[in-house]
């Protein structure tokens, strides 16, 4: 079955650095599209960053650009973001999420109902 598990979580300081990778198994992952969306206690799931599966096409929320990169390897499944400049409000439930588009190479999505399958994300806490 699809499995998608993210890694790298942990309790970092404001202005750190982190990097999150999440590992895919059980399907074809060059033809998902990828994205990381997180949630903080008592808000809504947001996203944060996609990648469409070809890797050309990327989207970062406001509140990730400048800070945040998401980048893929298609040889190992696995998709990354990368966070530096750490902020306290950055600390959420981080969460990957594929989405087939074989034929939509360069697409990047955007809505979490438009994602076929979710890890069980990782915990991302910073302190100020």
């Known amino acids: 079955q699809v499995q998608l598990v993210e890694s790298g979580g942990g309790l970092v300081q404001a202005g750190g650095s982190l990097r999150l990778s999440c590992a895919a198994s059980?399907?074809?992952?060059?033809?998902?599209?990828m994205g990381w969306f997180r949630q903080a206690p008592g808000k809504e799931r947001e996203l944060v960053s996609a990648?469409?599966?070809?890797?050309?096409?990327?989207y970062y929320a406001d509140s990730a650009k400048g800070r945040f990169t998401i980048s893929r390897d298609n040889a190992k499944n696995t998709v990354y973001l990368q966070m530096n400049s750490l902020k306290p409000d950055d600390t959420a439930v981080y969460y990957c999420?594929?989405?087939?588009?074989?034929?939509?190479?360069?697409?990047?999505?955007?809505?979490?109902?438009?994602?076929?399958?979710w890890g069980r994300g990782t915990q991302v806490t910073v302190s100020s």
């Open positions: 990648i469409s599966w070809r890797g050309d096409n990327t």
């Open positions: 059980g399907l074809t992952f060059s033809s998902y599209a």
């Open positions: 999420a594929a989405s087939e588009s074989y034929y939509r190479p360069s697409t990047v999505f955007l809505r979490p109902q438009e994602y076929e399958y």
